[in-house]
């Protein structure tokens, strides 16, 4: 059929009239309705809105956390500026949290090499296998009240318990190794430092606790030419940290222990530091060679280094040769360095070795969900959320976020010692439980993690020592009661010790050491890997960049 112009003019003007009709809006509006009102989109009850105050536990920092609950359910979280750690931030998975228990990954159902099973299955495989031979425990958080019943549950049987460590307490391990002093026990006196290299370690991008060094920084560097923090970023890449550090000095990938061992040499040659410690084989030359810069800068940056002190040096793995330039800097036990925060602190086995004997090996809900134990034996794994691409026999539903009563101990590099209480702020599935309670079933002799909390509280209130904060700050010897503080805990209130008096440590170092490699990849923001991401921290990791490689993030 011929196309007139007659018709032409009809259509356009039938389209624009359409267009200014009320129809394909209110089209639009309806959709838009409808999908926001499919059955398997979330609805949250009607009913009163209150805010409790809690803590984020889905990594060890434990983070201060205020949840908006309306019917009972989470529907928004934010950050408490009274956190003395945290202060208020929090990371973009932490703030769409209360998303991820409706995450279309959730795990409801008990699975054994992909089939379909159940508790009782498992509970009896497992039963069997510590029957035939040692098992071993692998466990992401370790220090908890869970942790304590892993350890029981193992010690009873001669099995093995082993955590998974994070790349801030990989750095503590080589004093652990010169000292004596477990690496969970040490952290960085950030707050006194007045200069801190960092080699690699993505300080001011999402390295530690949210806000605890973004803070810092805020208020003693940020926008000043000649701060009183000095951050000197020691990297390939010109990162976010890098972009925003004092000073950058890009060097050559893999050379972070060839710079340490050069401003090591400077250091003592030119009689900088006044202590004494062994001299690093490789010369000037050589760690110019390595690293990409000249001897001059290397030298420079030595002098630049010590010029205001105190000064500390941060890894962003196991790096002997950065902690053993912190302990020819003196930082190594030294008030604005590596202090020791504890003196109950203990030392644990890494997962990443020793097990390949175990007959089982059971997996708790924190280890990072791309840990692969080195283990040929039947691996039982708790997990929340389906990662993908698991390699375990039995895969175990774990509660999700805030459906388990838990405890929070101190987060690691931090300085000072904490406590924290997170109570179940939702009622878990009735087809979920916890690694603790799935032990429990097992041997019903094992001390509940309610009841060590409790222990735990009383030891507090007996020690009379340290300060809760809440929404004031209140001394734990003005308590009257261990009921009255232990009710405080479980309102969200953050028990934090005080200053050790005595922070030193003595570290034995001999010779320079030799590089040894690490288990973890040097990038440490590809690194970390959550198995699922809610809908808001995707948006949030996105407009920020902050999952982005470092050579590619905008600067």
Known sequence: ????????????????????????????????????????????????????????????????????????????????????????????????????????????????????????????????????GPIAIIDGYPGRAASSVFETFIQERNGSYRTVLG???????????????????????????????????????????????????????????????????????????????????????????ALAAGVARVLLEEHLVPTHGPMPPMTLAEAAEQTGLSTGAIADLARTMVARPPV???????????????????????????????????????????????RAVLIDATVPWDFAPPTNAEVFRFAAWDGGSGTADWLLPAPGFLEELTDVPTAPASAIATYGVAPSLLKAPPEVQNAAQFLSGIDPALITVEKTIHTRCADLFQGRAGTLQGQEATPVAKFASVQKLEEQLWKGAVWIDEPPHSAAFRCELKEWPARVGSAHPTNWSKEWRAPVLPPLATKLYQESSLREAPDRRNV
């Open 1 to 132: 059929m011929k196309l007139t112009r007659r018709d032409l003019l009809w259509g356009v003007a039938g389209t624009a009239g359409l267009l200014v009709t009320p129809v394909p809006w209110k089209l639009l509006d309806d959709l838009s309705i409808w999908s926001q009102n499919w059955p398997w989109i979330p609805q949250p009850a009607h009913g009163p809105v209150e805010v409790k105050q809690s803590f984020c536990t889905l990594c060890p920092n434990g983070c201060g956390m205020r949840v908006r609950m309306a019917g009972g359910w989470p529907v928004g979280v934010a950050g408490v500026s009274s956190h003395p750690i945290s202060r208020g931030a929090l990371c973009p998975l932490g703030f769409g949290a209360h998303q991820l228990n409706w995450h279309p990954r959730r795990l409801r159902t008990v699975r054994h090499r992909a089939s379909s099973s159940s508790w009782e299955a498992a509970r009896v495989a497992f039963a069997k296998a510590c029957s035939e």
């Open 312 to 358: 500390v040096a941060i890894a962003n793995d196991d790096n002997p040769a950065i902690a053993a330039l912190n302990v020819v800097l003196g930082a190594a036990g030294a008030r604005g360095g590596i202090v020791k925060k504890s003196k109950h602190a203990e030392s644990y086995a890494s997962a990443d070795t020793g097990i390949d004997s175990a």
């Open 167 to 257: 790349p801030e307490t990989q750095a503590l391990v080589p004093y652990e190794r010169w000292s004596g002093v477990p690496a969970a026990g040490l952290g960085y006196d950030f707050e006194n430092a007045q200069t801190i290299v960092s080699f690699g370690a993505p300080l001011l991008d999402g390295w530690g606790t949210p806000g605890r060094f973004t803070r810092l920084w805020a208020e003693r560097a940020a926008g000043s030419t000649d701060p009183q923090l000095r951050l000197i970023q020691v990297e390939t890449s010109f990162s976010r940290t890098a972009a925003r550090a004092w000073q950058w000095v890009p060097i050559h990938a893999g050379s972070e222990a």
